[in-house]
């Protein structure tokens, strides 16, 4: 049969990135930033996260929490996000990146207020212009592409230096429109956003391999004209590296770009979920093997910088501030009835007076 | 400035606030060199630049969602949907986000956005070209509602959405886009997002209409003064919050109501308004309030539009229905 002459008009490819393997040896050399200081600083923001996470689970367990979603396992995809972006970028999250939040200055009482069911959590006393965490699918993402629209807007038009918005998903919410719409604006207005996707292998339920015919979730940045790899997302450093990097490159006007960190949910989807309705046991204690937190850890005892009483220190004063933080979060007040008109707008038009007043008992 | 027309008056408020406002950004799909495909952003770009006055790639979810972003920065985003019957993907962002997002994060941003879409059928347009949906919008907290009928009112109003503070969707009648001409001062001056205008006073009936059916609803009133009845008729403009006081004080004379809407009647807007007036008002009334309302079907394709659109034949007929009652009723 004849086979049709055809020219190739581009050609693709992905890389992926790793300096640390699973078992804390270096794969090539380290980046400069990777200093013993910053090292021990990323691995003892990575053990809060983790301890952070650990008590909300509990706490969910005994009633003194609603439905949490965890980030175990998953601890140095959000420090090493956190930790690339500048104080003054805005980082635009979905809701399970407790690492990047703790990063962000989003304090430990604000996160067990929100998922305690108390908005005032999302009034962020440091992170004033961060988003509040989004629950709905990948829709952060284009509030994300407005914000770097706005921070580019505001450069551009009204000389303010460059800041960068950092957006953050699951492997799940690169199935959504609301994804790929992000990506292709981005690309098209060329806006100082770097989308970041953890690629957990789980929507819920559904494993990474039932999502898409794609080889990589990196690559459907391709179709949007946009840069992007994948990074060992259990490697703090690989991930740090490469968002930072995309974020240099977005801050000097060089467009968006987008990492996808792969990893594994060690955790149900939420504390309303039973994995292990459709987990592979098998899959769960491979995945073990590879998480962030010990290999860190044995890379920093192995280059002597680490030991067990530096490890009992560090625990101890975490676990110090962690039941400060609980402590807070316990003796908060609730908020009043009436807040919940007090925010709606800016100044609660009259027509909703008489409901107002019957919140309040006034009639 | 000779007069103008409805969607002219769009574009005089949008180009009075783009002059006035660096924060005010206006974006979608063909506003920029098209000028829009009704021509309300007609020639803003070339005045203010391709940076404030943005084509969109097609994407009506992506457009509802970067005006969020835009706006937690400080922006006044105004996003154009090209037709009401394309604004549905949009509605995850309006309603999960633009409405909740002060409340959500207790005041710390806001969402000063305003959603322009032209509504409404009666220009024989393909399908999905005709919708009058404004209910679905009506029922989201923490969003106001506005629908201009004259350019006046469209000129004040949409600078009075620009400088809001809280998300605004503003839908603009299309059918009357170029219906009447009138003198709007570009002044600069807005109206009030919560106070209805009485159009026409009168003493035997009250009706209550918004958008391009207060054109047969005004032709229904003039009508009925041939006969020696005098309606009032007021349009609400501001869907939501809506002033039923103004409503009220009517019905204190007339004791008669009547409303009309082109939207399907079951949920639409005519149910509050006659729930409102039962609620406060239930003792003036004389009558049962008559609903004159799109059926409660598809919006048929345009052959059939007018056989679905309230005229003023029905508007009529629900009207002396209402004087009718009171004649053989009760009172």
Not at chain 1, 39 to 64: E, I, P, S, W
Not at chain 1, 123 to 133: I, Q, S
Not at chain 2, 24 to 49: P, S
Not at chain 2, 297 to 321: C, H, N, S, W
Request: proline share 5%; net charge negative.
């Amino acid at each position: 049969m004849h086979k049709p002459r055809m020219q190739l008009l581009a050609s693709f490819d992905i890389a992926s990135l790793e300096y640390l393997d699973e078992r804390g040896h270096t794969t090539q050399a380290l980046p400069d930033f990777a200093t013993p200081d910053t090292l021990v600083a990323f691995y003892r923001q990575m053990a809060l996260a983790r301890l952070v996470d650990d008590r909300a689970v509990k706490m969910q367990r005994t009633g003194q929490l609603g439905t949490y979603p965890s980030s175990l396992g998953q601890e140095a995809i959000g420090v090493g996000v956190g930790a690339a972006m500048a104080k003054e970028d805005v980082y635009c999250p979905n809701y399970r990146e407790t690492g990047a939040l703790l990063e962000r200055g989003v304090t430990i009482q604000e996160i067990y207020a929100i998922w305690g069911g108390d908005e005032r959590g999302q009034n962020f006393r440091h992170a004033r212009e961060d988003l509040p965490l989004s629950v709905p699918i990948a829709t952060q993402m284009l509030h994300g592409a407005g914000v770097a629209f706005a921070l580019k807007y505001k450069h551009e038009q009204l000389g303010e230096p460059m800041r960068v918005a950092v957006t953050t998903g699951g492997d799940g919410s690169t199935s959504r429109g609301d994804f790929y719409e992000a990506i292709n604006l981005a690309g098209d207005w060329q806006l100082p956003l770097v989308v970041v996707i953890n690629n957990n292998q789980w929507a819920i339920s559904l494993p990474r391999s039932e999502q898409t015919a794609c080889k990589t979730l990196a690559q459907k940045a391709i179709a949007a004209g946009i840069p992007s790899l994948q990074v060992d997302g259990n490697d703090v450093i690989a991930v740090r590296e490469a968002v930072g990097d995309a974020v240099e490159r977005a801050r000097r006007g060089a467009g968006p770009s987008m990492v996808e960190a792969v990893s594994y949910r060690l955790c149900d989807h939420t504390t309303a979920d039973d994995a292990s309705r459709y987990q592979p046991e098998q899959a769960l204690k491979e995945a073990w093997s590879r998480e962030p937190l010990r290999r860190l850890r044995s890379y920093m005892q192995a280059h002597g910088f680490w030991g067990d009483s530096q490890e009992e220190e560090m625990q101890r004063e975490l676990n110090q501030a962690l039941e400060k933080a609980v402590q807070e979060y316990r003796d908060t007040p609730r908020d009043a009835a009436t807040a919940i008109f007090d925010h709606l707008y800016e100044t609660l038009p009259e027509a909703f007076l008489e409901q107002y007043q019957q919140l309040r008992g006034e009639n | 400035m000779g007069e103008i027309t409805l969607v002219e008056a769009i574009t005089q408020a949008l180009a009075f606030e783009l002059q006035a406002d660096q924060r005010v950004v206006v974006f979608g799909e063909d506003v920029g060199v098209n000028g829009g495909v009704f021509r309300a952003t007609e020639g803003l770009q070339d005045r203010f630049g391709s940076a404030r006055v943005l084509d969109t790639p097609l994407a009506e979810t992506m457009i509802a969602g970067i005006a969020i972003g835009m706006a937690a920065q400080g922006l006044r985003p105004v996003a154009e949907f090209q037709f009401m019957g394309f604004i549905y993907p949009a509605l995850d962002h309006i309603l999960s986000h633009a409405g909740r997002y002060r409340n959500r994060t207790r005041g710390r941003l806001s969402c000063p956005i305003v959603y322009r879409a032209p509504y409404g059928g009666g220009i024989h347009a393909p399908e999905h070209h005709s919708e009058s949906t404004e209910a679905l919008f009506a029922h989201i907290p923490g969003l106001r509602l506005v629908v201009p009928s004259s350019p006046a009112r469209a000129y004040g109003l949409l600078l009075a959405a620009i400088r809001n503070p809280d998300p605004v969707v503003f839908l603009e009648p299309k059918r009357i886009y170029r219906a009447a001409r009138q003198e709007v001062p570009d002044s600069g001056d807005a109206l009030p997002l919560d106070r209805a205008f009485v159009l026409r006073e009168g003493t035997d009936v009250t009706l209550i209409s918004w958008g391009a059916s207060l054109k047969e609803t005004l032709q229904a009133a003039e009508q009925l003064a041939e006969e020696g009845i005098e309606a009032e008729v007021i349009d609400p403009a501001t869907l939501k919050p809506l002033d039923i006081h103004t409503v009220i004080d009517s019905l204190e004379k007339t004791h008669r109501c009547v409303v009309i809407h082109e939207a399907a009647r079951f949920c639409g807007l005519g149910a509050e308004v006659v729930a409102q007036i039962n609620e406060y008002a239930f003792d003036l009334l004389h009558a049962p309030v008559q609903r004159v309302t799109g059926y409660d079907t598809v919006m048929p394709y345009f052959q059939l539009e007018d056989e679905y659109l309230p005229g003023a034949p029905r508007i009529l007929a629900a009207v002396r229905k209402a004087l009718d009652y009171a004649n053989g009723g009760a009172v």
